[in-house]
């Protein structure tokens, strides 16, 4: 099984970037896309962005496109998600998830395994 640690949350003002990343450790059975999610209180888990295993297809909410870029380090077992522009409504939990399937699907259901979650909030 394949254990995630997601850093680089905090607090910051509408317009700021933050760069989240996503170590991997354990032992990986097969090469896996990741994900990234967010939840906000009283909200659903939803999608944010996801990449392939070699890094070279990429998926995007509509909501984020533009403004978020992952991208991944399959050498330091790391993902992340560089956030810019940060609007107050992106203010959630992050969590970052593996596919063995390789997909990346913007579903939560698909994801194997996940992270502990960091916390972003963007003040107005």
């Known amino acids: 099984q394949v254990q995630l640690v997601e850093s680089g949350g905090g607090l910051v003002q509408a317009g700021d970037s933050l760069n989240l990343s996503c170590a991997a450790s354990g032992r990986a059975y097969s090469s896996y896309s990741m994900g990234w999610f967010r939840q906000a209180p009283g909200k659903e888990r939803e999608f944010v962005a996801a990449?392939?295993?070699?890094?070279?297809?990429?998926h995007y909410a509509g909501s984020v496109k533009g403004r978020f870029t992952i991208s991944r380090d399959n050498a330091k077992n790391t993902v992340y998600l560089q956030m810019n522009r940060l609007k107050p409504e992106d203010t959630a939990v992050y969590y970052c998830?593996?596919?063995?399937?390789?997909?990346?699907?913007?579903?939560?259901?698909?994801?194997?395994?996940w992270g502990q979650g960091t916390q972003v909030t963007v003040s107005s």
């Open positions: 998830a593996g596919d063995y399937a390789g997909s990346i699907s913007a579903s939560p259901n698909e994801y194997d395994f």
């Open positions: 990449i392939s295993w070699r890094g070279g297809t990429t």
